[in-house]
């Protein structure tokens, strides 16, 4: 008989909201599409309003900041399913970048798909369907500009949930 037994994964510390976790995704997918970055450098996910920091050379005019929330929502509306699956490490990094994994990663890796719209590494609570989200709505930003010698300077972006 199969072995149906759950992976052993690392064990995750928080305990995010599942919509405002997804938006988070769909915000990082939407920021590496439109600015070529990275995913974001740091975030600090809450139920009320929540906070991503991206590195980029300038900061978005308006028009872009309101390019980002029209896209966000867009994907929001298209209710897709938001998918997990469990792989090998070699195998998810064909799929999607491991290199924010801590060092003590366990081999097998969860996958969270949200349509073919994001695929990334990650043990946090999603929901299971976009539509499931609410609207998205960016409710403030400011940038520090690059320090002397660096490319890049931190936007940070506050968003929340209606």
């Known amino acids: 008989m199969e072995n149906l037994a759950q992976p052993q994964l690392n064990s995750h510390n928080k305990d995010e909201y ?3 976790h ?4 769909i915000l990082n997918a939407t920021m590496v599409k439109m600015f070529g970055c990275r995913r974001s450098a740091n975030a600090h996910i809450e139920r009320k309003k929540s906070k991503c920091d991206y590195k980029l050379a300038a900061a978005p005019t308006d028009e872009q900041i ?5 896209r966000v929502n867009c994907i929001i509306e298209q209710h ?12 998810a990094e064909a ?3 491991l290199g924010r994994l801590p060092g003590n990663a366990s081999q097998t890796i969860r996958i969270v798909r949200i349509g073919d719209y994001d695929t990334c590494a990650c043990i946090g609570a999603h ?3 976009t539509g499931e989200i609410g609207r998205f709505r960016i409710i403030s ?4 500009p ?8 931190t936007w940070r972006v506050r968003f929340r949930l209606l």
Request: aromatic share 4%; proline share 10%; charged share 35%.
């Open 146 to 153: 690059p320090a002397e010698g660096e490319e890049t300077g």
């Open 18 to 20: 599942p919509p405002m």
């Open 141 to 144: 930003s400011d940038f520090t």
């Open 80 to 91: 897709l399913p938001v998918t997990v699956e469990f792989m090998e490490r070699e195998k």
């Open 127 to 129: 929901v299971s369907d």
């Open 95 to 97: 799929v999607t970048s």
């Open 66 to 70: 309101s390019e980002i929330e029209k």
């Open 22 to 25: 997804t938006a988070e995704h």
